[in-house]
């Protein structure tokens, strides 16, 4: 009785000796790899081994979570004759194998998982096949294809006497995985607080418990010290910059019409106020990131940089947006410099206006590059605009019909950012019209009433001579 435990454990032990001789060995497994880069040639290799006669290989490519799995290759032992030499079932002989797929050019869309199933022929009999697999996940990284630093909520007013916040944004597409993205000033790392919500637009200047670090030293020279503190002793006095009264009379000199449409006034002063909200010390940094992912497996990533604007010593400041990843070899950057606008180039069509002709004044770049994006506003020195609004919005500013009244009006174009602003002004002039008599047309450029009767009197005349 005692003996029956190990007589039946015997018995399972031959049985399992006996299945394995006749299944056969088999185990398969794929050699892992590192992420790869897009664009790169990857070689997926696939390891068995076995004792017993092959039947199939093929590959598989997973997509939709495991769902569906697309044959990518195929290797069918019945019409080869290259495993002849294991005809012989009786011998037990174990052999390793290697099956490899290429892929010249791997692409973001061949991201995830692959696949090897190999089938051996059954010891016992080949109407049976023994199968076994193994899978690798393969990542495929790119990098990123773009950068680009721009600034929030432009174009914005510059603001003399109250501190407002300004925000850089750099955005980095097309990289895979998510890429690091920081911020330097003049070629040093800023040293910025982690923000996870963007502040409010009321919220008044950011505060930082950190104490700051002088910025005079590499940023305000003297020049712009002495500058800086006369304006503030100006104001003291109850002085200003000149900013708004041209140097010229709104009356039209006799030989006016001798001269081209516009007089360019040689008056363009930058606005450089600076009331003592303005510290000389290094603003507290704010950064935040927000992550979008795209359709084609990429991220965009947004760094936002916040911080209290001081113009008196940003202006001119550079700053650049840098990006690390694990596919380039070096980091990307974009680089940006805030400079307040000066110096409006103004042009205007036609070149030599008339009355009733329509008159476009553009403001057709700067001096200087700026950075941000500068806003428009115009307005007419001493009265109001042709349509009788106090000012305009924009770059371009239409008279439609210009009246001979206009002749010898000024008007006056502001150009500002956060960084500052500046005025320059230009005079229209307006020739006669030999096509519209003196005197027949009204304010707005059209045929008044006595225009209007001549055109009667001459169509009746011309009735009656026909009759």
């Known amino acids: 009785m005692r003996a029956a435990p190990s007589l039946r454990r015997f018995v399972c032990l031959l ?16 050699e892992p790899l590192p992420p790869v880069v897009a664009g790169d040639a990857v070689t997926l290799k696939c390891n068995f081994k076995t004792d017993g006669r092959m039947r199939e290989i093929v ?23 290259n ?28 991201n995830g998982p692959y696949e090897c199933h190999v089938g051996i022929y059954d010891r016992a009999t080949r109407e049976k096949v023994v199968l076994a697999s193994g899978n690798i996940f393969l990542n495929v990284m790119a990098p990123p294809t773009s950068i680009e630093v721009v600034a929030a909520d432009t174009p914005a007013p510059f603001s003399r006497y109250q501190a407002q916040n300004f925000t850089l944004v750099c955005i980095v597409s097309g990289g895979k995985p998510a890429p690091m993205v920081y911020f330097k000033r003049d070629g040093e790392p800023i040293d910025a607080v982690p923000l996870s919500e963007p502040p409010a637009a009321s919220s008044g200047p950011l505060q930082d418990s950190r104490p ?26 109850g002085g200003r910059p000149y900013t708004e009264r041209p140097s010229h009379g709104l009356t ?29 010390a290094e603003p507290t940094y704010f950064l935040r990131h927000s992550r979008t992912p795209s359709s084609d497996g990429t991220v965009e990533v947004r760094a936002l940089l916040t911080w209290t604007l001081n113009p008196q010593i940003d202006n001119e400041a550079l700053f650049s947006c840098e990006v690390k990843h694990p596919a380039l070899s070096m980091p990307m950057q974009a680089e940006v410099t805030l400079v307040a606008p000066k110096g409006p180039k103004i042009v205007m069509t036609p070149s030599r206006a008339r009355v009733g002709d ?13 950075f941000p994006e500068p806003m428009f506003t115009w307005t007419r020195v001493g009265s109001r605009l042709l ?81």
């Not at 590959?59 to 979570?65: A, P, S």
């Not at 495993?83 to 011998?91: D, Q, T, V």
């Not at 006016?256 to 360019?264: A, D, G, K, V, Y």
Request: with cysteine; hydrophobic share 35%.
């Open 252 to 280: 039209p000199d006799p030989n006016i019409l001798l001269q081209p449409t516009t007089e360019n006034i040689p008056e363009t002063v930058v606005s450089r106020e600076f009331p003592r909200w303005v510290h000389s």
């Open 358 to 370: 329509t008159v476009r004044i553009l403001v057709h770049g700067f001096q200087n590059e700026v």
């Open 15 to 30: 049985l399992a000796a006996i299945l394995d001789l006749a299944c056969g060995y088999l185990t398969v497994n794929i």
């Open 387 to 467: 349509d009788g609004s106090a000012e305009f919005d924009g770059k371009e500013l239409v008279l439609e019909r210009v009246p001979a009244e206009l002749n010898g009006s000024m008007y006056r174009c502001t150009a500002q950012n956060p960084l500052g602003s500046t005025d320059t002004h230009t005079r229209l002039i307006v020739f006669e019209n030999p096509n519209i008599p003196r005197g027949t047309e009204d304010s707005n450029g059209s045929i008044g009433p006595t225009g209007a009767r001549l055109t009667l009197v001459l169509a009746l005349t011309v009735i009656l001579e026909l009759t």
């Open 83 to 110: 495993y002849s030499h294991m005809e012989n079932y009786r011998k037990r002989e174990d052999l390793v194998y290697q099956s490899t797929v290429r892929l010249p050019e791997v692409r973001i869309s061949d």
């Open 59 to 81: 590959w598989y490519r997973v997509t939709d979570g495991g769902t569906i799995k697309q044959k990518i290759f195929t290797f069918d032992a019945m019409f080869s004759t």
């Open 212 to 237: 700051f670090r002088s910025l005079l030293h590499r940023d305000l020279d003297d020049t712009k010290m002495q500058k800086s503190l006369s304006l503030l002793d100006a104001e003291n006095r």
